[in-house]
């Protein structure tokens, strides 16, 4: 099985505020929702309690790679949301 990449595929790399990256396959027009989900799901972390921001811009669930101009090998910051810390 030849392992190239298809050209309607993208590597995008996810990177933790610690610094670890996971690397998802995932097509031009694919709604990122799946790949928040996955990396979700791997890490045990609920989808809103997490931020998806590339290139300074908070991702949307709607949004496809195409659509904000990603390109092979792009990275998405994923950042843990603070809630509370203060109180009165």
Known sequence: ???QQKPDELNINVKSQDGNIICFKLKKNTQLKKLIDSYCNKNGLHPKSVR??????????TDTPEGLGMENGDEID???????????
Do not use: V
């Open 52 to 61: 998806f921001i590339f290139e300074g811009e908070r991702i949307k669930d």
């Open 1 to 3: 099985m030849d392992n």
């Open 78 to 88: 994923a950042m843990i949301e603070q809630h509370g810390g203060w109180s009165s």
